[in-house]
C-alpha cells in the first residue's frame, strides 16, 4: 500500500507563479524525498530531507518537513512551462533507504 | 556515465504468458530495486536485490521474481500474466552496501519498461 499521499491531486498555475504541493503520510519515517515524472517516464530526483531536517533548498525548490504532523510540502518558486510534471513524494522507514513508499502524486501543469 | 538503463522499452503479452524485464544499475551502484507504476498511480515497491540475493521484498505475489547477476544487473520475472499486471515497470539503484548507505543513498531510476497485457 501507498504510504504519502500528495495534495492537490492536480494543480494549473501560470508561468512565473509559485506551486505548492503538500504530502502526507502515517508511520515514522527516516528521511522523506521528493521525485518528478515526466509524461510517465523515469523518476527523478528532486531532494530528500531527513527526519531531523526543518526545510531543506535546491534551487528553485524549498521543502519542508513536519514530522509531528506527519506531513512535507514542496514549493517550486517562479514556475516554468518546463516544470510541467507529476510530482511524488516518498517515504523511507527506519532501517533502510530503499524501501520506499510512494504517493500517488501532484500533476502541475505551467500554463506558458 | 551511463545511467540506470531498461529493456525493452515497451512490451506486449498476452494474459496466461511470462515475461523478463532487463536492468542495468547506475556504474558503481551494487543495489537494484523493481517497482511497479500503474497508470495515474504512485510506483510500488516490489522487491529489492544486493549481493546477488532479495534483500526486501514488496506486497507482490510469487508470480513476480527477480535476479541479480555478478555484474549488479538484474532481471524480474513475472509469470501466468494478468491484464492487471499492465504497468510501467521501473527499475532504480543504488549503493547499499554500508548503513549510511542503505538510509540516504539517492536511488536513481530507470526510464522504465511499459508492459502491456491484453
Known amino acids: 500500500s501507498q504510504q504519502g499521499e500528495e495534495d492537490p491531486q492536480a494543480l494549473s498555475i501560470q508561468e512565473g507563479e509559485n506551486a505548492t504541493m503538500n504530502c502526507s503520510y502515517k508511520?515514522?519515517?527516516?528521511?522523506l524525498q521528493w521525485y518528478r515524472q515526466n509524461s510517465g517516464r523515469g523518476l527523478v530526483h528532486l531532494i530528500l530531507?531527513?527526519?531531523?531536517?526543518r526545510e531543506k533548498h535546491s534551487g528553485r525548490l524549498r521543502v519542508t518537513l513536519d514530522t509531528s504532523k506527519k506531513s512535507s510540502s514542496l514549493l517550486i518558486t517562479a514556475s516554468r512551462a518546463a516544470d510541467t510534471a507529476s510530482y511524488f513524494c516518498?517515504?523511507?522507514?527506519?532501517?533502510?533507504?530503499?524501501?520506499?513508499?510512494f504517493g500517488a502524486g501532484t500533476r502541475l501543469t505551467v500554463k506558458p | 556515465d551511463a545511467g540506470v538503463t531498461q529493456s525493452p522499452t515497451h512490451l506486449i503479452k498476452t494474459r496466461g504468458q511470462q515475461v523478463t524485464l532487463r536492468c542495468s544499475p547506475k556504474s558503481g551502484h551494487d543495489t537494484v530495486s523493481w517497482y511497479q507504476q500503474a497508470l495515474g498511480q504512485g510506483p510500488q515497491f516490489i522487491f529489492q536485490y544486493y549481493e546477488e540475493e532479495e534483500r526486501q521484498r514488496g506486497n507482490f505475489p510469487d508470480r513476480f521474481s527477480g535476479h541479480q547477476f555478478p555484474n549488479y544487473s538484474s532481471e524480474l520475472n513475472v509469470n501466468a500474466l494478468l491484464l492487471g499486471d499492465s504497468a510501467l515497470y521501473l527499475c532504480?539503484?543504488?549503493?547499499?552496501?554500508?548503513?549510511?548507505?542503505?538510509?540516504?543513498?539517492?536511488?536513481?531510476f530507470g526510464p522504465g519498461t511499459r508492459l502491456t497485457v491484453l
Open positions: 508511520t515514522s519515517i527516516n528521511n
Open positions: 530531507i531527513r527526519s531531523n531536517e
Open positions: 532504480a539503484s543504488s549503493l547499499g552496501a554500508s548503513p549510511y548507505g542503505r538510509l540516504y543513498n539517492e536511488q536513481f
Open positions: 516518498a517515504t523511507a522507514g527506519p532501517y533502510n533507504n530503499n524501501d520506499m513508499r
